[in-house]
């Protein structure tokens, strides 16, 4: 929408697609990505002053997971809301997450409202069994870990770039590669790749 200015550095102020505002519940994860698991941790913004968040997830035009409410001491976990729910997905969906909000002031409002959606394609894809290269993806990330180790900030790293890669919807497992990243960040802060 515009570009903001941070540190003599200009930054287009919406990121990773979609609307992103401090007052809107928006979604954190899993947004734009591919997915390996039924199992997802759905992740989003908390807005001040909430009273009840909604959620229900869609794929292929149904509801798969249907109209959920939640009270924010259940989910919230500082600047952002998350709850972990188990879907039975299937290759090739488009799946999407609708977040619905009733603040402290009884306005209320949704992910999906014209006035809280860009109309940006969020969806997140179920790919099982994933291949780069003609290799199993999980193939090749233990082959990083027995090289560079498990939590070191290289192996961090390098898996995070590992599943960044575009594959199927020309997607990458960017949910995951950013929780890597996240990690890096927390657990070597210092590190020259977490500098980076």
Same mark, same amino acid.
């Given at each position: 929408?515009?570009?903001?200015?941070?540190?003599?550095?200009?930054?287009?102020?919406?990121?990773?697609?979609?609307?992103?505002?401090?007052?809107?519940?928006?979604?954190?994860?899993?947004?734009?990505?591919?997915?390996?698991?039924?199992?997802?941790?759905?992740?989003?913004?908390?807005?001040?002053?909430?009273?009840?968040?909604?959620?229900?997830?869609?794929?292929?035009?149904?509801?798969?997971?249907?109209?959920?409410?939640?009270?924010?001491?259940?989910?919230?976990?500082?600047? /952002?809301? #998350?709850?972990? *729910?188990? !879907?039975?997905? =299937?290759?090739?969906?488009?799946?999407?997450?609708?977040?619905?909000?009733?603040?402290?002031?009884?306005?209320?409002?949704?992910?999906?409202?014209?006035?809280?959606?860009?109309?940006?394609?969020?969806?997140?894809?179920?790919?099982?069994?994933?291949?780069?290269?003609?290799?199993?993806?999980?193939?090749?990330?233990?082959?990083?870990?027995?090289?560079?180790?498990?939590?070191?900030?290289?192996?961090?790293?390098?898996?995070?770039?590992?599943?960044?890669?575009?594959?199927?919807?020309?997607?990458? /497992?960017? #949910?995951?590669? *950013?929780? !890597?990243?996240? =990690?890096?960040?927390?657990?070597?802060?210092?590190?020259?790749?977490?500098?980076?």
């Amino acid at each position: 929408n515009w570009i903001v200015d941070i540190d003599g550095v200009q930054r287009l102020n919406i990121q990773r697609g979609g609307r992103q505002d401090a007052n809107i519940p928006y979604l954190i994860s899993p947004r734009g990505t591919l997915v390996r698991s039924n199992e997802i941790e759905l992740r989003w913004n908390v807005p001040l002053e909430v009273r009840e968040y909604r959620i229900r997830v869609f794929g292929g035009g149904a509801e798969v997971f249907p109209l959920t409410s939640f009270a924010p001491s259940d989910v919230e976990h500082g600047e /952002f809301a #998350s709850t972990a *729910i188990t !879907l039975d997905l =299937q290759p090739t969906t488009a799946y999407t997450v609708e977040i619905c909000v009733a603040f402290e002031n009884l306005l209320q409002g949704c992910t999906t409202d014209p006035g809280w959606s860009t109309g940006t394609n969020l969806a997140f894809y179920y790919v099982p069994n994933p291949q780069l290269g003609g290799q199993l993806l999980s193939t090749l990330e233990q082959n990083i870990v027995a090289q560079l180790g498990v939590d070191t900030p290289e192996s961090l790293y390098a898996r995070a770039v590992l599943l960044s890669q575009p594959g199927n919807h020309s997607l990458g /497992f960017n #949910s995951e590669g *950013i929780d !890597l990243i996240n =990690q890096l960040l927390v657990n070597f802060p210092d590190s020259a790749l977490a500098q980076a």
